[in-house]
């Protein structure tokens, strides 16, 4: 009933499978990819018709993870997968980025392709197999796919690269990388990093590359056994628009592209636009998509030539040089940091906010529970580029902000130094090129005038190319029409010494290593000029929270001692959180951590906990209060609940013949500890009055 093709490669010492011919027989292109007991699912469908007002390619990429596929039931009242999670969003553009520019511009023809984690072993990662997998369903589906495309993860232990590394080896590696492309180029880069140099980044990615040449070699040969006919791709033929256009319009479209304001170029080149289009409005050979697209075509020509040829950006600017920027911090005063970062006609103003461990994200996963102590959250409305439109958190929001969250996240203190929670959010009020980065930057000045105690400050820059041939130009801090006009978008992160981020996407098929080391040395040198103009504002972290941020604090009690603290059925606690109006948290490691609205407060709190968890000392005198009377001598409490008994010899330095000849319940009296008797304290009076 079935005929099954399948092939198999070990990579890293893992066996990775590809199998078709059994599963989703209707699909155009159906992969079962298998590494361990991780399994994926991936289906490519596209439409067979075009749709005559499609101006883009509508490739829509939907990673997903199903709950099944780890034993597990969804968590919450809806037990069913619901809208797409950050993680499966994100992997989601992992998928996409690669293959995108693998076709070719007349395809228009609507593509879904539905990569589905079934079986998950919590060992190796769906992420990685999922590209795999996507590639192979392409291949094999007679699409005008130009790949297949490889994919690995990088590690970076001890001073080695890891290829593929394992969840576990992960938490002890300096890198986590995700490289992808073809065999004989790089198309994407997503990596975070602990202050990499430009030439271990460099080396990662070059050795990620080797690792994923021979799956790549593995799609093939599968697609040699089952690949379905081509497809036909027609390509209209516009040389004839192109020809007109060019007589028409290319001196109107340089005088344009020479305006240095954003908005009166985009004014320019909307008339022109709209002058093109009357020129055919009575032809009915060519649509509107036709003339625009050649439009389109030529100003890419004028922008790319002006660039390659003569050096000449459409700000003025030279080839490495960084837009003017300025900083300002602290710009909102109810806020516990804030920053406005300006360069160029790119701006965001980012405000951090500190929360307890209660604040953590709480994120159900295949993996199970966990909380997330930083978050960034990253929005982009349409007023900053002049616009209308919708307003929503969509992947592109949710991608810049796990992007500028990579390149933080290593330089934050650990939560034993620095026990708060952080939020960051990014207001991007003005966009023309790398918001992405001014949000780093944003966010490392709102952190620091928050007083959180980053390791150092971090700065972020875009760079673009231009390649025709051999020939190439690297650009730093891309304009938005540099990088619609460009072949690419390089993001770089890091701190004066070393990388904690890098990002990059090709829109051609692929780069040299060379473009990269050129596009590295000079990200650095913009990086440090931003961090040099980020550090007249601030250059370090501010010394304490500011007045309106919860003071909090974190004290180690002895584990014995927990139940003490927390008291029967929480009664001790909740007198603490009455009595200083502050909040307290203790966890089964024995750390108290107290949060509080002001100094006093905590400072109430704090003194009570030390109070209940105090020892008594041997020979110290303290202050008492006597609680209780008994015929034998008196209950003194004297250190936080703690009581001790005088006894009635002790009271004073004569005979005493009733304890109420000498103390009465209620009375301050000053006490001294002169042993100890299984866990009882015994006290004297007499000796404290005798010192």
């Excluded at 469908?45 to 829509?60: E, T």
């Excluded at 553009?93 to 990569?115: G, M, W």
């Amino acid at each position: 009933m079935f005929k099954v093709y399948k092939k198999e490669i070990e990579v890293a010492g893992k066996k990775i499978s590809l199998e078709t011919g059994k599963v989703a027989r209707q699909a155009d292109g159906a992969i079962i990819a298998t590494c361990g007991e991780t399994v994926v699912l991936a289906t490519v469908v596209g439409a067979k018709k075009v749709n005559p007002d499609m101006d883009y390619f509508p490739l829509s990429v939907n990673y997903q993870e199903k709950y099944y596929a780890a034993g597990k039931i969804p968590g919450g009242y809806f037990k069913r997968e619901a809208r797409p999670t950050e993680s499966e969003t994100l992997i989601s553009r992992l998928i996409d980025r690669p293959i995108r520019p693998l076709f070719p511009d007349e395809f228009k023809n609507e593509v879904q392709l539905l990569p589905t984690v079934i079986s998950y072993d919590k060992e190796n990662e769906p992420d990685i197999l999922s590209i795999t997998a996507s590639s192979a369903a392409l291949a094999i589906s007679g699409m005008p796919f130009m790949g297949p495309v490889g994919a690995s993860r990088v590690g970076f232990i001890d001073g080695k690269y890891v290829l593929n590394p394992s969840k576990v080896d992960l938490e002890k590696s300096k890198l986590d990388l995700v490289v992808s492309g073809t065999k004989d180029a790089v198309l994407m880069v997503e990596s975070e990093a602990s202050g990499l140099t430009e030439e271990e980044m460099l080396n990662a990615v070059k050795f990620g590359h080797e690792g994923f040449v021979p799956v790549i070699e593995m799609i093939e040969e599968l697609a040699k056994q089952c690949r379905k006919p081509d497809w036909t791709v027609e390509k209209k033929d516009l040389s004839e628009v192109k020809k007109k256009l060019e007589e028409t319009f290319t001196e109107d479209l340089k005088k344009a592209f020479a305006t240095r304001d954003k908005q009166d170029r985009s004014n320019q080149i909307s008339v022109i636009t709209d002058n093109a289009k009357k020129l055919y409005e009575e032809d009915e050979n060519y649509t509107d998509l036709d003339v625009n697209s050649q439009l389109k075509n030529l100003e890419k020509s004028i922008v790319r030539t002006d660039i390659l040829k003569n050096k000449n950006r459409i700000d003025g600017r030279g080839l490495s040089d960084v837009r003017p920027i300025e900083c300002e911090v602290g710009v909102l005063p109810r806020a516990h940091g804030s920053a406005l970062f300006t360069r160029g006609e790119t701006q965001a103003i980012v405000v951090a906010t500190l929360g307890t461990s209660d604040d953590e994200q709480r994120i159900e996963s295949l993996d199970g529970l966990q909380r997330e102590r930083f978050m960034l959250h990253y929005n982009f409305p349409p007023f900053s580029v002049g616009e209308t439109g919708r307003i929503g958190t969509g992947r592109r929001e949710i991608g810049h902000g796990k992007l500028a969250w990579r390149a933080i996240n290593s330089s934050l203190p650990t939560k034993e130094a620095f026990p708060y929670t952080f939020r960051v959010v990014s207001e991007i009020t003005e966009s023309n090129g790398s918001s992405s980065m001014a949000t780093v930057c944003g966010t490392s000045l709102a952190l620091m005038d928050a007083g959180v105690p980053i390791k150092e400050p971090v700065a972020g820059i875009a760079m673009g190319l231009i390649k025709e041939g051999d020939d190439f130009s690297v650009l730093s801090d891309i304009l938005g029409d540099e990088d619609h006009l460009g072949d690419m978008d390089f993001k770089v992160a890091g701190t004066k010494d070393g990388i904690t981020s890098l990002q990059m996407d090709i829109k051609i098929t692929g780069i040299t290593f060379e473009i990269m080391e050129q596009a590295l040395s000079q990200a650095k040198d913009g990086r440090v000029h931003i961090l040099g103009e980020m550090n007249k504002a601030l250059s370090a972290s501010r010394s304490d929270v500011g007045k309106h941020t919860p003071k909090m604090e974190q004290v180690n009690v002895d584990k014995k001692e927990i139940a003490a603290v927390i008291g029967k059925g929480g009664a001790t606690i909740r007198e603490i959180v009455e009595k200083s109006g502050a909040k307290v948290d203790v966890n089964d490691q024995g750390i108290v951590t107290v949060a509080a609205p002001d100094e006093e407060s905590r400072n109430i709190a704090m003194q009570m906990i030390k109070d209940i968890t105090a020892k008594a000392e041997l020979n110290k005198i303290y202050s008492g209060k006597v609680m209780k009377i008994m015929e034998f001598g008196a209950f003194v409490n004297f250190l936080g609940k703690q009581d001790g008994l005088v006894h009635i010899s002790e009271l004073a330095d004569k005979r005493v013949a009733k304890v109420t000849d000498v103390v009465k319940e209620g009375d301050t009296v000053k006490v001294k500890v002169i042993g100890f008797d299984r866990g009882k304290v015994k006290l004297s009076i007499k000796q404290a009055l005798a010192e």
